[in-house]
């Protein structure tokens, strides 16, 4: 993948203030170090961290932990919380389509709602595949196509498209059927599991509208490319928070705190023996 691609996505990442959109989601990290089995003394790596929301929970299980992102700007903020939790984490800037480890290097590699956004799904498979050694854990979280993260970033491509035409979209890594596509070759006793995240948002619809449009870079992303077209732009922003209150699971309650399911799927997997090499560039 071209690094201008690269490029534009760190800039993407790194607009707004990811890590306020990251506490919504912190349960889930947690949830996936569980899933995986995360031990005392084992080395495990989180791939696309962010502000490092399963790479903490691993580390505070025990874990040697090494957790890495596309967008470096990211890590100021996670090497604070990892201070707070008084754990240890190795940040490393990296895409997750070309890992800088050697193969078998990790007992359990993770990933929440993170590689999903990596643009070449087969490579950055590959390269899970590739670093996690045999009879290790591969655990992903990813949006599900069909839930609210899939809904929302159909909405975000309707109003304006990203601009690289050609890859699937991250939540096709929402899908069995791709997931097993991709890493089923490398792995035995995959699983696959819808599992949900219940957001009691401690603000109206209308303030988790002004939390992605002040803090989430897709949806800055998208008003930036409708900016020259007030039209457009007051569409999406109507759209945005018609499907916010539409998604809110008690419109009848109390109108300041919204209610939200978040359905993701919990991949897990044990990397098989087979060997994997390093994708090609
Ligand atoms: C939705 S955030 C998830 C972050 C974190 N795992 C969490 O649970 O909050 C997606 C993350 O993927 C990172 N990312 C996007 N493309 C990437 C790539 N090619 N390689 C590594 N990280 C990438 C972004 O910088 C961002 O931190």
Known sequence: MNDDRKDQDRRLWASGSYPRIARLVEPMGCDLVELAGVRPGMRVLDVATGTGNAAIPAALAGAVVTAVDLTPEMFAVARSRADAAGVQVDWVEADAEDLPYDDDSFDVVLSAIGVMFAPDHDRAASELV????????????????????????????????????????????????????????????????????????????????????????????????????????????????????????????????????????????????????????
């Open 130 to 281: 590739r670093v996690c050694r045999p009879g290790g854990t591969i655990a992903l979280a990813n949006w599900t196509p069909d839930g609210y993260g899939g809904a929302f970033f159909e909405l975000l491509a309707g109003h304006a498209p990203p601009p690289h035409s050609g890859t699937l979209p991250p939540t096709a890594w929402g899908d069995p059927e791709h997931v097993t596509e991709l890493l089923g070759g490398h792995v035995d006793a995959l699983s696959c599991r819808r599992r949900v995240l219940d957001l009691d948002f401690t603000g109206s619809p209308e303030e988790l509208f002004e939390t992605y449009r002040s803090s989430f870079g897709p949806v800055l992303a998208v008003r930036a490319r409708l900016a020259d077209d007030p039209a457009r732009l007051a569409a999406f922003d109507r759209d945005l928070l018609g499907f916010l209150r539409h998604e809110n699971l008690d419109p009848d309650g109390d109108p300041s705190q919204g209610r939200y399911r978040f359905e993701y799927l919990a991949v897990t997997a044990t990397r098989s023996d087979r060997a994997v090499s390093r994708p090609s560039r």
